[in-house]
């Protein structure tokens, strides 16, 4: 049967990263797994409070905040399980929801990529699935919500999409072998979508599983720092453009989303409401359009 690495990057999230692992200790998948836990320059005692409540667990400790792709890429490559699961360590794992995603790997020998379906803390759906960005959708700030029905063994639901959320995404490892680890470009955001975009070129499918449930908080690294995350997000978006759909789309990119928000910033002074412009500057300088190799 094929095995699992669980890898579970933190970041100053030690009181929930330890709820994550006891959901998986509650719930974990029936079949051999490792866990590991990659901290990336955390000061809350997160690897201490790790390594006392679970010593089995894997801990990799990074002296500086190395991001998500990065650190990611750490457990990849020191871990051997044949299907690797990327979670956050703001999610709490429902009962067969590690199982679910593993057994559909097992059954669908196309599908190199499967989403858990997330929720909400209050049970509603958080949706983790997207279409791959276009000229509109980043514009906007908007995904695409698109999905279509798979045909699966069983006849459950489980759906086609172009792409899944890194809060709880497993990938074969002979995805990887193919397409390359994370790309560590990304500081965080967007590199589940690099990812998944590779893995489709390549000819693997993508697929959304609802069966699969897991509770996902969403945004506590993100909380300690915005305006600097911000700026990581739209730092990503140019990023994909660049590599993905050429320099010259992403300067186009970059100067529409750079006039917007310099329209926004001259609204909020109009309105004497001066707050856009204090990060102004570091936005727009995210937006600059990256020299790739």
Known sequence: ??????????????????????????????????????????????????????????????????????????????????????????????????????????????????GACLLNADGTLQPSWSAFPSFWSELLGRNIRSRSPYRTRDGSAAYSVDWVGGAALMIRREVIEQVGVLDEGYFMYSEETDWCFRARRAGWEICYLPKATIVHLGGQSSKKASARMKAELYRSKIRFYTKHYGRRQAYVLSLTLRLVLHGKALFEKISGRAEAYHDLRLLTRALSVPHLH
């Not at 690495?5 to 079949?31: E, F, K």
């Not at 901290?39 to 990074?62: F, H, K, L, T």
Request: charged fraction near 20%; proline fraction near 3%.
């Open 1 to 114: 049967m094929n095995t699992m690495s669980i890898i579970i990057v933190n970041w100053n999230t030690r009181a929930i990263l330890l709820d994550c692992l006891d959901s998986i200790a509650a719930h974990p998948p029936s079949r051999s797994y490792d866990v590991w836990v990659v901290d990336n320059a955390s000061s809350d005692g997160s690897v201490a409070a790790v390594r006392e409540r679970y010593p089995y667990v894997q801990v990799i400790e990074n002296a500086e905040n190395r991001g998500f792709a990065a650190a990611n890429n750490q457990a990849i490559e020191a871990s051997r399980g044949d299907y690797v699961l990327l979670l956050n360590s703001d999610t709490i794992v429902h009962a067969q929801a590690l199982d679910h995603m593993a057994r559909f790997l097992d059954v669908h020998h196309r599908v190199g990529v499967v």
